[in-house]
């Protein structure tokens, strides 16, 4: 055998040996994929040749026929598509196969969205993998072309405070796209809360999903603030937060959540009880707390009690944030006031519509009868001060006694001599 037989037979060993591992390598396989259907469109598996146009947002339907080769259990389908933030996939519960039978899986897959997109079309897989307990699993795909609507709008984010309070105004932060394939001019945006019947529209302007390079004022997205005002009687708790973007081609709306919580206030007296004489007046302190985070105006108002005057100095008291202010309240018994205890309440009610209630006690006596109490009391205690001095008298006299009584003995001791 000369050299070139020689060459002409390793080469034909060496194609055999390749087409000998290729049918292996296929029937190694436990499944082979015949074709896979887009949206009504048939495709077959890894073939370039045919793209299939997808929108951006919209569901499809998609249908997988597959061959079993082998029997084979726990079998899965998988149908997905890679590098988007939110994942876009859905997957067969298990089941089992059995060799030589012909199978369909249904699947309903909806397109991601462009916000991600530099052009107006982006090309992308869909991928098909079919996977079983002890075999290898085998993965295809179809090529598509994501496509953007004709007219779309986007909202990209919401922003707001988690919390505000009643009579407060919260701050909407809203960031709207065109992330269509046309110009939207006059776009509006709309935010609203339904459970309070409070909403405001503001102007967006035009957008343009190509930015306009002779024009600084239109771009693909805008930043708005809409200033909502919370009612000053809403009642505190969760409420829906509605944000619409629109205009006369197209819309999109989106839910967010707001807590609404009531105003932190506090009002405390000083003192709750005082007495005075008829004609006589006396003095309360009023103390207005505020440990918010926002100024409090406080309206006093007292109530009407017979038999004494009451006033407020400062009827409307501003107090600012994290801070506390005195108010003096007046209480006057009239000249004819009977005796007895009086029940002065004043009402504080804050611009929120927070209402608190505070209440003194006035008793009124007579003079002569408080002059008497206070001679009683004066003459008890100089009649007491009397018995202790006495007691201090008498004990001093009985100590004097008994040294005296001891003196001369000393004296005494002290004379004798024993020489």
Same mark, same amino acid.
């Given at each position: 055998m000369n050299s070139k037989t020689r060459k002409a037979f390793l080469f034909s060993l060496m194609a055999i040996f390749a087409i000998v591992l290729a049918l292996n390598t296929v029937v190694a396989?436990?499944?082979?994929?015949?074709?896979?259907?887009?949206?009504?469109?048939?495709?077959?598996?890894?073939?370039?040749?045919?793209?299939?146009?997808?929108?951006?947002?919209?569901?499809?339907?998609?249908?997988?026929?597959?061959?079993?080769?082998? @029997?084979?259990?726990?079998? *899965?389908?998988?149908?997905?598509?890679?590098?988007?933030?939110?994942?876009?996939?859905?997957?067969?519960? *298990?089941?089992?196969?059995?060799?030589?039978?012909?199978?369909?899986?249904?699947?309903?897959?909806? #397109?991601?969205?462009?916000?991600?997109?530099?052009?107006?079309?982006?090309?992308?897989?869909?991928?098909?993998?079919?996977?079983?307990?002890?075999?290898?699993?085998?993965?295809?795909?179809?090529?598509?072309?994501?496509? *953007?609507?004709?007219?779309?709008?986007?909202?990209?984010?919401?922003?707001?405070?988690?919390?505000?309070?009643?009579?407060?105004?919260?701050?909407?932060?809203?960031?709207?796209?065109?992330?269509?394939?046309? *110009?939207?001019?006059?776009?509006?945006?709309?935010?609203? #809360?339904p459970g309070l019947g409070v909403s405001r529209t503001v102007y967006a302007g035009d957008l343009d999903p190509d930015q306009d390079v002779s024009d600084d004022d239109i771009n693909d997205a805008v930043s708005k603030t809409v200033y909502l005002t919370i009612p000053k009687n809403a009642v505190p708790g969760n409420y829906d937060l509605e944000v619409e973007a629109y205009n006369f081609d197209t819309d999109v709306k989106a839910v967010s959540r707001v807590v609404i919580e009531d105003v932190e206030t506090g009002v405390l007296p000083s003192a709750t009880s005082k007495t005075i004489a008829p004609g006589q007046e006396t003095t309360f302190d009023l103390v207005l707390v505020n440990p918010s985070n926002k100024m409090v105006v406080y309206t006093l108002t007292p109530e009407e009690s017979k038999g004494v005057i009451v006033d407020v100095t400062e009827p409307v008291v501003a107090v600012s944030a994290e801070s506390s202010k005195t108010v003096k309240v007046r209480v006057k018994a009239t000249e004819k006031a009977e005796e007895g205890t009086y029940l002065v309440t004043v @009402?504080?009610?804050?611009?929120?519509?927070?209402?608190?209630?505070?209440?003194?006690?006035?008793?009124?006596?007579?003079?002569?009868?408080?002059?008497?109490?206070?001679?009683?009391?004066?003459?008890?205690?100089?009649?007491?001060?009397?018995?202790?001095?006495?007691?201090?008298?008498?004990?001093?006299?009985?100590?004097?006694?008994?040294?005296?009584?001891?003196?001369?003995?000393?004296?005494?001791?002290?004379?004798?001599s024993y020489y």
């Open positions: 396989y436990f499944v082979d994929v015949e074709e896979i259907e887009v949206n009504g469109i048939t495709a077959f598996p890894n073939d370039t040749s045919q793209t299939i146009s997808v929108t951006a947002l919209e569901t499809v339907p998609v249908l997988v026929k597959f061959v079993a080769w082998k @029997n084979a259990s726990d079998v *899965r389908v998988k149908v997905y598509m890679e590098g988007f933030k939110n994942e876009v996939s859905e997957e067969t519960p *298990r089941f089992h196969v059995l060799e030589g039978n012909t199978y369909v899986k249904r699947f309903s897959l909806t #397109i991601p969205s462009t916000l991600d997109f530099d052009d107006l079309t982006e090309k992308l897989d869909l991928l098909v993998r079919v996977s079983a307990r002890g075999q290898d699993s085998m993965e295809v795909f179809v090529p598509l072309e994501m496509q *953007r609507d004709l007219h779309s709008l986007n909202l990209l984010s919401i922003d707001l405070s988690e919390v505000v309070v009643v009579g407060d105004k919260v701050a909407v932060d809203v960031v709207v796209q065109n992330n269509g394939d046309d *110009r939207l001019d006059n776009v509006y945006v709309k935010a609203s #809360i @009402n504080a009610n804050s611009e929120t519509g927070v209402s608190k209630q505070v209440s003194f006690s006035v008793n009124v006596q007579e003079t002569s009868k408080k002059v008497a109490d206070v001679v009683t009391g004066t003459t008890s205690t100089i009649v007491v001060l009397s018995v202790v001095l006495v007691i201090i008298f008498v004990v001093l006299l009985v100590i004097l006694i008994v040294l005296l009584s001891r003196r001369p003995e000393a004296e005494e001791t002290g004379e004798t």
